[in-house]
């Protein structure tokens, strides 16, 4: 939900939760020597690939390191927290950093109540933190019986405006607000085909795990 939101992990703030969830003394010292004085420079090639230039060095003064196994754990717990905030309204979804939020309500009025006040609990975690949702990627979407389905729900968040949509994303799936499966199916029949084909092609000369192997290759490029 926030833009590039790995490189603006705070590095104060990411060693204060660390010494929150006990790590202290040499060990948190050895986290604040990994993520802090690091340097990086940009390297601008032309289109030839004759010409080179580059910038100076410069502290990375946020985020965390990349490509490496304890960047997406760190961030992980710098986002732990987020959860807490908004217990009591909503059920948060956090998976890296894609955070869904799910409100229940017996009527459109104490639905709507209830999004304006998580919404609201959300960007205040995420301004105390440093970060800052990403309006762009931020949708709504609601589950309900036929005949309210019309019934259109908005929210504004710092003057911008949540519409609502017909159909999500939510880790991997497509969903609908009738809980219909076709959006699903169209996207992933083009990725079972070509298992289908790479099984079929390799068939005779591939043993059973090796088939299984292909086929999972295909199915998630």
Same mark, same amino acid.
């Given at each position: 939900m926030c833009h590039s939101v790995v490189y603006c992990v705070n590095h104060e703030i990411l060693l204060a939760k660390l010494r929150h969830y006990g790590i202290r003394g040499v060990s948190l010292n050895w986290f604040k020597i990994y993520i802090? $004085?690091?340097?990086?420079?940009?390297? *601008?090639?032309?289109?030839? +690939?004759?010409?080179?230039?580059?910038?100076?060095?410069?502290?990375?003064? $946020?985020?965390?390191?990349?490509?490496? *196994?304890?960047?997406?754990? +760190?961030?992980?717990?710098?986002?732990?927290?987020?959860?807490?905030?908004? $217990?009591?309204?909503?059920s948060p979804v956090v998976y890296v950093d894609d955070t869904n939020v799910l409100v229940s309500a017996k009527n459109l009025k104490d639905l709507q109540t209830k999004i304006d006040s998580t919404l609201h609990r959300i960007s205040e975690w995420f301004l105390f933190n440093g970060l800052t949702l990403n309006m762009e990627k931020t949708n709504m979407i609601k589950f309900c019986t036929n005949h309210l389905l019309n019934n259109q729900q908005q929210c504004l968040n710092d003057n911008y405006l949540i519409n609502e949509v017909t159909n999500i994303r939510f880790l991997g799936l497509e969903l609908d607000n009738n809980m219909n499966w076709k959006n699903h199916v169209v996207k992933i029949l083009p990725k079972l085909s070509r298992a289908c084909y790479a099984v079929r092609a390799m068939y005779c000369f591939s043993s059973l795990n090796m088939l299984k192997m292909i086929c999972s290759f295909t199915s998630i490029r």
């Open positions: 802090t $004085n690091r340097k990086q420079k940009v390297k *601008i090639t032309t289109q030839n +690939l004759k010409h080179k230039s580059f910038c100076r060095w410069e502290t990375i003064k $946020n985020g965390v390191p990349q490509g490496l *196994i304890l960047g997406p754990l +760190l961030f992980v717990i710098y986002v732990n927290d987020l959860p807490c905030s908004i $217990n009591k309204l909503a």
